[in-house]
T-cell receptor, first 116, second 114 residues
């Protein structure tokens, strides 16, 4: 079974609108971490935001926030006021202790295109 | 250095050739990771170093793949007798602490095997 699922292969969003990128995960480890990374066409993965399984509040970093719904095993990324520079691939990733404390398990990604 | 540096950025190899990909992590970063990313997919873990110790190599697809980090800084990923299925982007990442925490990635080395 997929441990990280991103169901949206691609999304088009109008500039300045908010966008939600979906991510669901599967683990039985009570202690895990969830990450979102951005990969522009240049290829370099850029860390955006992190949510720990025991964090009481949803993580926020500037225009990025994480809608963490633990019971539903969902960790959606919300980008407010989208900009043209937000066009990129977005990956959700998870670290749990079932596999290894050294590995991140990655989703297949969502390609986001911001329209002017 | 200011970021993670990878070289070469692009490598074309004939099937059967050996290749070496270099990663220069951020100075002082304890952890170093190699990932393989096929076109249109998420990265797949290859191996992990904590300083010079290779603590996890469970993701290396075959014994043709070998990685080292002899002095705990620069790392080299070597692929022997390359095959077409080895064509991918190889990403290197480093982090200050141990384990898979917030990673800083390089721009990757794109390998094409003909």
């Amino acid at each position: 079974a997929q441990k990280i699922t991103q169901t949206q292969p691609g999304m088009f969003v109008q500039e300045k609108e908010a966008v939600t990128l979906d991510c669901t995960y599967d683990t039985s480890d009570p202690s895990y971490g969830l990450f979102w990374y951005k990969q522009p066409s240049s290829g370099e993965m850029i860390f955006l935001i992190y949510q720990g399984s025991y964090d009481q509040q949803n993580a926020t970093e500037g225009r990025y926030s994480l809608n963490f719904q633990k019971a539903r095993k969902s960790a959606n990324l919300v980008i407010s006021a989208s900009q043209l520079g937000d066009s990129a691939m977005y990956f959700c990733a998870m670290r749990d202790r079932q596999d290894s404390n050294y590995q991140l398990i990655w989703g297949a990604g969502t390609k986001l295109i911001i329209k002017p | 250095g200011a970021g993670v540096s990878q070289s070469p950025r692009y490598k074309v190899a004939k099937r059967g050739q050996d290749v070496a990909l270099r990663c220069d992590p951020i100075s002082g970063h304890v952890s170093l990771f190699w990932y393989q990313q096929a076109l249109g997919q998420g990265p797949e873990f290859l191996t992990y170093f904590q300083n010079e110790a290779q603590l996890d190599k469970s993701g290396l697809p075959s014994d043709r793949f070998f990685a080292e980090r002899p002095e705990g800084s620069v790392s080299t990923l070597k692929i022997q007798r390359t095959q077409q299925e080895d064509s991918a982007v190889y990403l290197c990442a480093s982090s200050l602490g141990s384990g898979a925490n917030v990673l800083t990635f390089g721009a990757g080395s794109r390998l094409t095997v003909l």
